[in-house]
């Protein structure tokens, strides 16, 4: 079995920046590009495999035609994940996502979309919007039509290395100066909220006020938030989980000269974040995404090196 290493889904957007070439070295579109889809099988941004015995096939194809890659979720309809880079140079509007249920009622039968953020780096004095601060559903709409925005969003600071849960219903949004990685299922479906009163062409972009309402929670726990612990630390590299949840788990491992890791019964979405090194033997630097099938085996990372792994649920 051999390593499935990506070609990059680029996406240009309102609000992204330059950083996925200053930072990650990506031969990018525009100055304005704010996603990388490292890992992704989704219509709008199918990878490709750029080498080996399956170079040139998409994902998709791989999901449908190799199901002996994939172990024991390959039975679904869609490949589960979409791994992501995102560089916002300006604020993204305030949005929530469906859950699978709403989804498949409401978006024709879509995932729903639940997603988490690994900071890698953003501006002092940076914040993000998680939750809000409506005390039950009728408040909630009430904030929501009375447009009272700096009553209802719930913003908190952020460092590098900050690691926030997005469930279905949480309202969120990425400040200007972050650049990120997500892990989240495999849909592309967002109600956008509110947009700061922004205009793109002169005109305010699309709002999603009703299915917005229809799917945010309320109360926001703010004591939900998932708290990443060191599960492996020794010379040779640490290994923190970040968190499982009911649709991926996902881990972060800092490689200070070689690890070694079986990664089971399921296949695993490596994206490299810093660093250089080998993996088995073939030469790996930051910002590069592989797969590794299900019942790899034993892999080997060697140099210096850090990369988040996710695997589905
Ligand atoms: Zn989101």
Not at 53 to 79: C, I, M, N, V, Y
Not at 103 to 116: D, F, I, T
Not at 207 to 229: E, N, T
């Amino acid at each position: 079995m051999e390593l499935i290493f990506l070609e990059p889904v680029f996406k240009e957007t309102v609000w992204g920046g330059n950083k996925l070439r200053e930072v990650f070295g990506y031969d990018i579109p525009s100055d304005h590009t704010g996603e990388c889809w490292g890992i992704s099988a989704h219509k709008n941004g199918d990878c490709l495999v750029a080498s080996g015995t399956l170079a040139g096939q998409h994902l998709s194809d791989l999901w449908r035609e190799h199901k002996e890659l994939f172990g024991p979720t390959a039975d679904r309809a869609e490949f589960p994940l979409l791994v992501k880079i995102i560089d916002a140079k300006a604020d993204l509007s305030i949005q929530v996502h469906p859950d699978d249920a709403y989804a498949a009622v409401h978006e024709n039968g879509s995932l729903g979309k639940m997603e988490c953020w690994y900071i890698l780096d953003c501006e002092p004095g940076t914040t993000i919007v998680i939750g809000h601060h409506a005390k039950d559903a009728q408040e909630m709409r009430r904030m929501i039509q009375e447009k009272q925005w700096s009553r209802f969003i719930r913003e908190v600071p952020v460092k590098k290395g900050d690691f926030f849960q997005i469930d279905p219903g949480c309202v969120h949004a990425i400040k200007g100066g972050t650049l990120l990685l997500e892990t989240q299922q495999s849909s592309d479906i967002t109600y956008r909220v509110y947009d700061y009163d922004r205009l793109s062409d002169g005109k305010p972009r699309q709002l999603h006020v009703k299915q917005s309402m229809d799917v945010i929670k309320a109360p926001f726990d703010p004591g939900a938030r998932p708290k990443p612990q060191v599960v492996k630390e020794g010379p040779e590299g640490s290994k923190t989980h970040l968190i499982t949840c009911s649709r991926y788990a996902c881990f972060k491992v800092d490689v200070n000269t070689c690890w070694e890791e079986d990664f089971g019964g399921d296949f695993t979405n490596v994206s490299i974040l810093e660093g250089e090194g080998r993996v088995d033997g073939i030469s790996v630097k930051m910002g590069q995404h592989f797969i590794i099938p299900a019942g790899y085996g034993t892999c080997q990372f060697e140099g210096k090196l850090s990369f988040i792994f996710s695997q589905p649920r």
